[in-house]
C-alpha cells in the first residue's frame, strides 16, 4: 500500500510539473512574440532608437528566461535563438535593413519552440 501512495504522489508530482513547464514557457514564447513584433513595427515606422531599446530589453528577457528554460528544454533549441537575439540588438543599434527579417525569423522560432514543447498525441507516441 506505501508502494501505492508514493507512486501516486510520484506521478502526480510528474504530471503537476509538466503542466506548469508548459504553461509558464507558453506565457514567456508569448512575451517575447509580442516583444519582437512591437520592436519590428517601431523599426518600420522609424523609430530607429526605440527599436534598439526594445530589441535590449528582448535580449535581457531571453537572457532571463534562458537560465530557467535551460532545465526544460534541450540546449540545442535554444542556441540558435541565443545567436538570433544577440543578432538582432546589433542590427537594431546599427539600423540594418535585416531587423526585419531577423525578428521574423525570430517570431517563428519563438513560436516553434512553444509549439514543440506542448504535449500532443503525434509528439509524444
Not at 98 to 121: A, C, D, F, M, Q
Request: glycine letters at 4%; charged letters at 25%; one cysteine or more.
Amino acid at each position: 500500500m506505501t508502494r501505492l501512495k508514493i507512486s501516486v504522489v510520484i506521478l502526480i508530482l510528474l504530471t503537476g510539473t509538466g503542466i506548469f513547464q508548459n504553461h509558464w514557457i507558453e506565457k514567456n514564447c508569448n512575451s517575447l512574440m509580442e516583444l519582437s513584433s512591437y520592436a519590428e513595427k517601431l523599426y518600420q515606422n522609424g523609430s530607429y532608437e526605440k527599436s534598439a531599446d526594445i530589441t535590449n530589453q528582448l535580449q535581457q528577457k531571453w537572457q532571463d528566461f534562458r537560465k530557467k528554460a535551460s532545465v526544460f528544454i534541450r540546449d540545442n533549441k535554444l542556441t540558435d535563438l541565443d545567436r538570433l537575439f544577440v543578432r538582432t540588438h546589433y542590427l537594431a543599434e546599427n539600423e540594418n535593413e535585416e531587423l526585419t527579417s531577423e525578428l521574423t525569423e525570430l517570431y517563428h522560432l519563438l513560436e516553434l519552440l512553444k509549439n514543440g514543447e506542448i504535449p500532443r498525441v503525434t509528439s509524444v507516441f
